[in-house]
């Protein structure tokens, strides 16, 4: 019974794996091949809205929700993109060494996701137009 008292706290110690070895944010970059100095705005409900300028690379917040990519620039037909949210492979060690508990912190800390490295959005170029 003393191993019962003892064990149970511990477990409560143990640490995610997810959250330890790959962290709660990630570099992503933003493309728009031929198409340079396009802004984009990049929206999610863990990212807020945040407006950069391509190419660009950003660290944000880890989650399971999706990045919205909308990209526009003059003489250019508006682009958009989706940075999609995955499951991190690491999250599965939580059924052998982090258990539930594990498992719970990496979702909470969004750690069990990540996202494509890079969102290529296509802008095409509108006939004639000259800015």
């Known amino acids: 019974m003393r191993i019962f008292y003892c064990a149970v706290p ?3 110690l ?3 794996c997810a959250t330890i070895v790959k962290g709660t944010t990630q570099t992503i970059a933003i493309n728009t091949p031929g198409v340079a100095g396009a802004r984009c705005t990049l929206r999610s ?3 807020g809205s945040v407006e950069v300028v391509t190419p660009a690379t950003l660290t944000v917040e880890k989650s399971q929700e ?3 990519v909308h990209c526009a620039k003059p003489c250019y037909r508006d682009g958009a993109g ?3 949210s995955f499951s991190e492979g690491m999250a599965a ?4 060494a982090g258990g539930v508990i594990g498992l719970g912190v990496d979702a909470a800390t969004g750690a069990m996701n990540k996202y494509a490295p890079e969102t290529i ?3 095409t170029p509108i006939p004639g137009c000259r800015a």
């Open 14 to 16: 143990l640490p995610s």
């Open 45 to 47: 409900g863990v990212v």
């Open 66 to 68: 999706s990045i919205t």
């Open 93 to 96: 060690g939580n059924i052998i």
């Open 82 to 84: 989706i940075g999609t």
């Open 10 to 12: 511990a477990l409560f």
């Open 121 to 123: 959005v296509v802008m």
